[in-house]
Structures are given as C-alpha cells and as structure tokens.
C-alpha cells in the first residue's frame, strides 16, 4: 500500500503543514490512513493525532466527506464535550506517493478493543461498562438528535479512551520531549541513516511508555500500560471516532453498512436502515465490554451464508423475526421462506440475553435481568421500536447506584426504589 494512490511513508521526525505538525510515533492505522501522533510547534501546548490519507482520488474524496462531517461536529459543539473526537484542522501534503488529505484531530488513547484485550476478554466491570455507555449514548443522542447524522460504523474499535493528561502540557510529568527535527541525509536508507532511525524509534517509543504510565498512576487512562490492573480507580471516558462512513440520515450513502457482528438486520434484509441502526451496534458494543466477547460471531457453512448464520444467531437469541421484519426486506427471499423462517437453518435454539448472562458469562442474576433489560429493547428487530439515545440515557440501568452491589447503606434521602421490570432498583437520584 505504500505506492502511488496509497499510504503516505512518514518517518519520526517529519514535519507537516510548513513545518507545523512534527511525526512522533504511529498511533495506528485503517483501510484508508495511517494515523500519528504529532507535536504541535505552533500551540506548544499540544500533541494531536495525524491522520494522513491514502492519495487515490476516492480516499481523497472519501476524506473530504469525512471532513465535512467532522467540521459539521465541531461547529456544533463548541465545548467540545459530547464525547466525540474534534476535528483541529485539515490541509494537503504532497509526497512520492501523490497528493494526500490530512486531518488534525484531537489525540485520544487506546480503543475499546484494546481495553478489552488488556483485560484479557474477561469484560469490564459492570460499573465500568456503565461509564463507557453513558459517553457512548452522550455521543450517539448528539450526532442524531441534534446533527441528524448515523455513524454507521459503531464499534469498539471506533471508541477512543479519552487522557485527562496531556503530555506537553506538563512534560516533566509525562516524561515526554518532544523529536523536533529528523537528521540529515539520504532518506533511502545507508548504516548510518538507519541506525538514527532505530535510536528515534526506540525514544518514541520510550516516550509514550512513559505517558501511559504516568496517566495510569495519576488517574488519567489514555494509553494502557498494563493488563487489568492499570484501571484501578480511574474514571473512564471515552470519545466516538471514524467518521469516514459516516453519513446524513436523510441521504444515506450506502446499502452494506457496519462492521458485520455489529450489523442491524433491517440492514442484512435491506429494509432501509436510519439512527437505530447505531442503536443495534451500540448494544453489541455493551454486551462486549461486559462480557469480553462479541454478541454475534457469524460464520458461513456448509448449505448457509455468514448472512443466514447472523440472522438464525440472532433469533436463538433474541426470539424469532416477526413475519413482517423478516419478509420485508429486499433481500427476505434469500433467506426466509413466506412464513418467515429461515430457509436454510432450520431448527433454532432459542435462549435469552438474561440466560446467556448467567449460564456462559456467569453474571450474578439481578445483574443479568438488570443489563438485559438495558439491552433488550436496542436489540428490537423493528428499528422503529428501539429507543433513542436520548431515551437510553434515562434508563434506570445508568444510574444504579455504584454501592449498591456491595450491600452498602445510604441515606434515605439519597436512594430511592424505582420499578425497572421485573425487579426494584436502588438508583441514585441524580439532582
Ligand atoms: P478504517 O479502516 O477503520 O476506516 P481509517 O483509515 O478511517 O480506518 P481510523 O479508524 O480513523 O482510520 O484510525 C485508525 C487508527 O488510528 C484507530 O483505530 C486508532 O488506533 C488510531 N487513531 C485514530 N484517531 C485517533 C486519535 N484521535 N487519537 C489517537 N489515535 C487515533
Ligand atoms: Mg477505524
Ligand atoms: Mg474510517
């Protein structure tokens, strides 16, 4: 991909926009970009993300959509806290590979995914997974509510942990200097070039230890230093990412959206898809975090598609389509017969999200009906009967009191019994 129409090579060291943004360290990458961390000469103040385009004229223009919707995210948000990432700035910068599209964005920490990884797939802790949702839906209730926009792409990979450090801002704390030049000569290579390279990479590479470890003692979390324990007492948040897919509800762009296990049915049938769709994928992304384990692994097989396989996991459990939904779509006849069952997978083993919780994941069972009963109704095969992200915000299962599992006693004056289900709640009033 390093070629004429792809990725843009960057070496620690190189600067960008007239000397403005100087490359630190690779952050990561996607189909479209590479993504770094950058050293901001101008603010002084601040470390931003780089994300540097493919150069082929459909990254370019899928780059302009995304700073189009970025730009529309920042202009409402001016205080920058509905926990989606900011867009800085954006220009062009030209090199062997063509001309690529650049966007400055605020620099966040590790995914979601990473999180999970580091806790070894084992899930969050539910308090944890409570946090994480709050800034996801806070997120969610803004880019459809009041922009009118879908994310389309909604997964944990796409949610960036959030640092309450920034390491400029007080560099003896964070440890970090900041490379401000790379050395000369022939950029191709030679002993010598390449040894400079080895040494810049081993002190970036330093550098951003250093970070993550200082934000994890002080409390900020960012970047994960260590496995499980690094989360001990730190407030969690978070910010929603990748809006290259991104698109306006009232022009949807494509017909296959989503990342498959995060894929809605209406969007698998091609029923037409709007805002619950994210709906859909921010269930599933809850049910990860808390579990460590996606909610549905489709697979292909013998006699049936990942497709079919998505919608019978799906039913096995969340209970069968109604006919309707499930004959409705474009694509219904690949899958059901006229009496909405599934052609190819025929018999079902229908469970429950309660059940699963506690069977497989070995949740406690209030905790399970509690959690279940936040992520049923999201999990609605009719998009239209899904609540919103501002609905979901008022759900009695964000604001279960953190104590209350630990049996601990508060004053009346701040708990109250609330009939959430099947089962009385002790929340927390919020003032
Ligand atoms: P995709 O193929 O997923 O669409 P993409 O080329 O659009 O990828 P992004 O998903 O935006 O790129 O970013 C790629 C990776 O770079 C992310 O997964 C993340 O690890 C890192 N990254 C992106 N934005 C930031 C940021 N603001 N701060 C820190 N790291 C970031
Ligand atoms: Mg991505
Ligand atoms: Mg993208």
């Known amino acids: 991909s390093y070629r004429k129409g792809g990725y843009h090579a960057v070496r620690i060291g190189d600067s960008f926009a007239a000397g403005r943004y100087i490359a630190q360290q690779k952050l990561g990458w996607g189909q479209f970009s590479t993504v770094w961390l950058a050293y901001d000469t101008q603010s002084s103040v601040n470390y931003v993300a780089l994300?540097?385009?493919?150069?082929?004229?459909?990254?370019?223009?899928?780059?302009?959509?995304?700073?189009?919707?970025?730009?529309?995210?920042?202009?409402?948000?001016?205080?920058?806290?509905?926990?989606?990432?900011?867009?800085?700035?954006?220009?062009?910068?030209?090199?062997?590979?063509?001309?690529?599209?650049?966007?400055?964005?605020?620099?966040?920490?590790?995914?979601?995914?990473?999180?999970?990884?580091?806790?070894?797939y084992k899930g969050l802790e539910l308090n944890r997974v409570r946090e994480i949702c709050k800034c996801i839906l806070t997120a969610l209730d803004y880019l459809h509510g009041t922009l009118g926009l879908i994310?389309?792409?909604?997964?944990?990979?796409?949610?960036?942990?959030?640092?309450?450090?920034?390491?400029?801002?007080?560099?003896?704390?964070?440890?970090?200097?900041?490379?401000?030049?790379?050395?000369?000569?022939?950029?191709?290579g030679g002993v010598i070039i390449n040894s400079i390279e080895k040494r810049l990479k081993q002190r970036a590479r330093r550098a951003v230890a250093r970070i993550s470890e200082r934000r994890a003692s002080m409390g900020g979390v960012g970047m994960l230093p260590k496995p499980a324990?690094?989360?001990?007492?730190?407030?969690?948040?978070?910010k929603v990412v990748d809006f290259g897919n991104a698109c306006w509800a009232d022009r949807p762009i494509a017909e296959e959206i989503q990342t498959r296990q995060y894929r809605a049915p209406e969007v698998i049938l091609q029923s037409g898809y709007s805002f619950p769709a994210d709906m859909w994928s921010f269930?599933?992304?809850?049910?990860?975090?808390?579990?460590?384990?996606?909610?549905?692994?489709?697979?292909?097989?013998q006699g049936f598609s990942e497709d079919e396989d998505h919608?019978?996991?799906?039913?096995?459990?969340?209970?069968?389509?109604?006919?309707?939904?499930?004959t409705?779509?474009?694509?219904?006849?690949?899958?059901?017969?006229?009496?909405?069952?599934?052609?190819?997978?025929?018999?079902?083993?229908?469970?429950?999200?309660?059940?699963?919780?506690?069977?497989?994941?070995?949740?406690?069972?209030?905790?399970?009906?509690?959690f279940?009963?936040?992520?049923?109704?999201?999990?609605?095969?009719?998009?239209?009967?899904?609540?919103?992200?501002?609905?979901?915000?008022?759900?009695?299962?964000?604001?279960?009191?953190?104590?209350?599992?630990?049996?601990?006693v508060k004053s009346e004056s701040s708990v109250e019994k609330v009939n959430v289900g099947m089962t009385n709640l002790q929340i927390k009033l919020r003032k």
């Open 51 to 120: 994300k540097i385009q493919k150069s082929a004229p459909q990254f370019a223009q899928a780059a302009l959509h995304e700073i189009e919707i970025l730009s529309a995210i920042a202009a409402g948000d001016p205080s920058n806290n509905k926990s989606v990432v900011r867009l800085v700035d954006h220009f062009k910068h030209s090199g062997p590979n063509g001309q690529h599209l650049c966007m400055v964005l605020e620099f966040l920490g590790d995914s979601l995914l990473r999180l999970i990884k580091y806790n070894r």
């Open 151 to 188: 994310h389309t792409d909604l997964k944990p990979e796409n949610i960036l942990l959030c640092s309450t450090i920034n390491p400029s801002k007080d560099p003896v704390r964070s440890g970090m200097t900041p490379i401000l030049e790379r050395p000369e000569g022939n950029p191709n």
């Open 229 to 238: 324990r690094c989360l001990d007492g730190i407030d969690l948040r978070c």
């Open 283 to 301: 269930a599933c992304t809850a049910f990860e975090l808390a579990t460590g384990e996606m909610m549905f692994a489709p697979k292909g097989g």
């Open 311 to 326: 919608l019978a996991l799906m039913m096995e459990l969340l209970g069968k389509m109604p006919r309707k939904i499930a």
């Open 328 to 370: 409705g779509g474009a694509r219904s006849k690949d899958y059901f017969d006229r009496y909405g069952d599934l052609k190819r997978i025929r018999r079902l083993k229908y469970g429950s999200i309660d059940r699963l919780l506690v069977d497989k994941y070995k949740f406690p069972d209030a905790d399970a009906r509690e």
């Open 372 to 408: 279940a009963n936040f992520l049923g109704p999201m999990l609605d095969f009719e998009p239209e009967k899904r609540p919103t992200a501002k609905q979901c915000l008022q759900h009695p299962w964000l604001n279960i009191d953190n104590q209350m599992h630990d049996n601990e």
